[in-house]
């Protein structure tokens, strides 16, 4: 058979749990800002290599049969 729980200990044990779930929502919005903040890292991070392949890719490419050409021109 359950114990009949009195109205003030359900409320104090409710004021528990609301702490609890309060902390908890703290903690969540803790992370989330963390996580924005890496993210945030990273998107710069992929921008700045994006930007770099593309330029190791135009100094790396054979030159071109009219850049050779203009290049022999003086």
């Given at each position: ?45 992929a921008g700045y290599y994006d930007s770099l392949a593309g330029e190791m890719k135009r100094d ?15």
């Amino acid at each position: 058979m359950s114990r009949r729980v009195s109205a003030p200990e359900e409320l104090q044990r409710l004021r528990q749990r609301v702490r609890e779930v309060e902390a908890s929502l703290r903690d969540a919005e803790t992370e989330e800002a963390r996580i924005l903040a890496e993210l945030a890292k990273v998107d710069e991070q992929a921008g700045y290599y994006d930007s770099l392949a593309g330029e190791m890719k135009r100094d790396l490419q054979p030159p071109s049969l009219s850049g050779m050409i203009r290049s022999l021109r003086w």
